[in-house]
């Protein structure tokens, strides 16, 4: 696999606005924020696609999900609420390649996407 944008950002290549790190993930803004809040949370352990999920262990995929509700709490979403998206693939508009989930918040998010 080649690398990502995301490899680099992990890899302390290129700068990103850190909002949280621990053992499993990073989590910084988008560059192109769709929300007041627009964080992307991205595992260390490379994954290209939610789709190849399969391959994790439960207590790794769980580790990412409960990190992901994490950065939306100390972001401050928690209560108002949030979105949390995972774009896979060509059709879902997945465009880096590198297991990402969005989590947007601080305005009312309408349905459904486009
Ligand atoms: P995808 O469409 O793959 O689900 O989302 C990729 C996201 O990465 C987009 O929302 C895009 O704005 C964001 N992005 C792309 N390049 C960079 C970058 O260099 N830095 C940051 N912080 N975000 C990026």
């Known amino acids: 696999m ?13 700068p990103a606005d850190k909002v ?3 053992q499993s993930v990073l989590a910084f803004r988008d560059i192109q924020p769709q929300a007041p809040v627009h964080v992307l949370v991205i595992p260390k352990k ?13 207590e ?3 580790r990412f999900f409960q990190a992901v509700s994490r ?3 100390e972001l401050g979403l928690t209560g108002k609420g949030y979105r949390v998206v995972v774009n896979n693939g060509s059709d879902g508009g997945q465009e880096v390649e590198y297991l990402h989930a969005h989590i947007l918040g601080g ?3 309408s349905w459904p996407p486009g």
């Open 46 to 58: 490379r994954m290209d696609r939610f789709e190849h999920l399969h391959e994790w262990s439960p």
């Open 107 to 109: 305005r009312s998010l």
């Open 71 to 73: 950065v939306a709490e």
């Open 20 to 22: 949280y790190e621990d």
């Open 2 to 14: 080649s690398d990502t944008i995301f490899d680099r950002i992990l890899a302390g290549e290129i």
């Open 60 to 62: 790794e995929t769980g």
